[in-house]
């Protein structure tokens, strides 16, 4: 019995601690946007002042509102008309000093917002960039969009405007109390079932709401992401007649999103119409009680009606920010999936002694010799890619690296990158293990042509220049005409100052590759890696590129990943891959009298 009594207990805690941990996140995400806010505290400081000033002014108005209405003689009529008009007056004073305080706090706001936007886009970028190659294998880049730009406008927004009402809610809250009871203690008693009751009623809410705006955001990310993965395969989607199931796939997606949308705004939006309902029965409760006071001389006409405006400042408040708490749900949750990308684990640092490539610690430049001696890596740990892999390349040789697809080609091209560290062996360049070198210096010895290409927005000679600031127009055209690919240029509207799409959208796929292996060149790596990088330019053109890169590249190590292999038949090594193991390694020739997988590969392209 004492067993099955702890276990329901422990059973009963469960729930306990996942709202504790909860409320510490939420806490730990409002304290993090304070922190933003405080990097900016004179202006904060500043907002604080016109915020008191702007609400403190708009207070005294009721109260001068008053002494107005009691200049008029009860029962008589007569008016005492210039202490009617002064007070009148100062009421209109003090309500346009509040105006112009209450424009200025607006302004000010806006500009703390536009700082602490654009300095969490900075942050989240910048983390970005630190961030491992495994994240972006592992993450949509439509949902990581929605984070950077959706989710922080939803901040920036909540910040802008939300924060203002909640800081002017609490003074003119606070100030409306003070002169209630400072008009009618007794009268005060009213709210102390009507508050208590509001408040319950928007906790009770926003308890239950907070995980759908939470919901909200993650599905507009997942549509997002989705979106952005259509729109950059819309050839694929057109060429295998996809249109209808992508549509319908949409459909659903953009259904979920507007579905989480409603649920979150339905069920916050209830908050407001609730709380009004309450602050309008206190209101009820006030003039009823009021005039009973009036009747038996405890109040006077002027004073009722200073009770009442003072209760409309009260209760009007407390209703416009249960009207906000759904957008500032919103804007926790948003920023919550913002500084959850903050925290991802970046790639991790270089050890302290670290050494440059060819920098301090080398007495001689990099020569490019790569080996790998008994390499096991898995992207998963639990499921090894790469088993017990070794090979050699000499300074200035070109390694040609084959198999099936699926084999562990690319893999390895991503350890010998250090995008991903292996479970166990070592990669050595130039006799030094590569995770006791910076991966800056590197990567910096490697130039990289991979078969998905990429070029930005931006003119030819900006993308062709890329991997260098140094560089001068003559070296771009050197590398551009090696590449074959001057006479294009040449022929575009503005030559190398041609702007290309995002993507390079307006040059076909060829060109685009031809482009990439120009970029390379211009690098002047020591080593090369080229990743399936001439699959979508004829054969002949290939054949040119690589008589052109090999005496452009002499005396450099290069790394070929191909499936032609009619292209890498004067490779000094081929290196035969084959379920993450090396089957087969040598020169063309050797590999072809051995008649082994190298044979049958070469033999099936020709048959």
Not at 494 to 507: K, V, W
Not at 547 to 561: D, N, P, Q, W, Y
Not at 565 to 575: F, H, K, M, R, Y
């Amino acid at each position: 019995m004492a067993g099955r009594g702890r276990t329901r207990s422990d059973a009963s805690m469960i729930p306990n601690e996942k709202a504790i941990e909860t409320i510490k996140k939420r806490k730990g995400t409002i304290l993090r946007l304070g922190g933003y806010l405080f990097r900016y505290w004179p202006l904060l400081t500043a907002a604080l002042i016109m915020n008191l000033v702007s609400n403190a002014l708009a207070l005294v108005g009721p109260m001068l509102s008053g002494y107005a209405v009691d200049a008029i003689e009860p029962g008589i009529g007569r008016v005492d008309f210039p202490q009617m008009f002064r007070y009148a007056a100062l009421m209109a004073v003090f309500y346009v000093i509040s105006t112009v305080f209450s424009y200025l706090l607006t302004v000010l706001m806006i500009t703390i917002s536009r700082k602490v936007s654009y300095q969490m886009r900075k942050d989240v970028f910048d983390r970005m960039m630190s961030l491992p190659v495994g994240y972006y294998d592992m993450h949509q880049t439509g949902d990581i969009i929605s984070r950077i730009f959706y989710d922080i406008d939803t901040v920036n927004e909540s910040l802008s405007n939300d924060l203002v009402q909640i800081l002017g809610t609490v003074i003119t809250v606070a100030g409306s109390l003070y002169m209630m009871v400072v008009i009618s203690p007794s009268l005060v008693l009213v709210f102390v079932i009507t508050v208590p009751l509001s408040g319950f009623i928007t906790r009770f809410i926003t308890s239950r709401t907070r995980p759908l705006f939470r919901e909200r955001s993650g599905k507009l990310g997942v549509l997002n992401g989705f979106a952005e993965e259509m729109v950059s395969g819309q050839k694929t989607i057109r060429a295998y007649c996809q249109e209808a199931d992508t549509i319908r796939k949409f459909h659903e997606k953009n259904r979920d999103a507007v579905e989480a949308y409603y649920r979150a705004e339905y069920y916050g939006s209830t908050v407001g119409p609730m709380v009004n309902f309450v602050n309008n029965l206190s209101l009820s409760l006030v003039s009823v009680f009021g005039a009973v006071l009036f009747m038996i001389g405890k109040m006077s006409i002027g004073q009722i009606s200073s009770f009442v405006l003072y209760s409309r400042k009260f209760s009007g408040p407390i209703n416009e920010a249960a009207n906000i708490v759904s957008d500032l749900q919103s804007a926790i949750a948003a920023a919550e999936r913002v500084f959850k990308l903050m925290d991802e684990v970046p790639e991790p640092a270089d050890l302290p002694d670290a050494a440059e490539l060819g920098g301090a610690g080398h007495t001689r430049p990099v020569r490019g010799h790569v080996e790998i001696s008994h390499v096991d890596f898995g992207y998963n740990p639990d499921k090894i890619i790469l088993h017990d892999l070794s090979l050699s390349a000499a300074p200035g040789s070109l390694t040609a690296i084959v198999g099936p697809t699926g084999a562990g080609k690319t893999t390895l091209i991503n350890l010998l990158m250090r995008f991903y560290d292996a479970q166990s062996g070592m990669i050595l360049v130039d006799g030094t293990d590569i995770r006791r070198l910076t991966r800056k210096s590197l990567r910096q010895s490697y130039a990289m042509v991979l078969q998905d290409t990429w070029l930005f927005y931006g003119t030819v000679y900006e993308n062709l220049s890329y991997g260098r600031t140094d560089v001068s127009r003559e070296e771009v055209i050197r590398a551009a005409k090696a590449a074959r690919i001057h006479n294009f240029i040449m022929g575009l509207p503005d030559g190398y100052d041609t702007l290309l799409l995002e993507d390079g959208a307006n040059i076909s796929k060829g060109q685009k590759q031809l482009l990439t292996i120009a970029r390379a060149m211009v690098l002047d790596a020591r080593m090369l890696i080229l990743d399936e990088a001439t699959s979508n330019v004829d054969t002949r053109t290939e054949m040119q590129i690589q008589k052109a890169m090999r005496s452009l590249m002499e005396g450099k190590t290069c790394f070929v990943i191909a499936h032609r292999l009619s292209t890498i038949q004067g490779a000094d090594s081929i290196v035969v891959v084959d379920h993450g193991e090396v089957v087969e390694q040598g020169n063309h020739k050797q590999l072809m009298e051995q008649r082994g997988s190298y044979y049958q590969m070469y033999q099936a392209q020709f048959q």
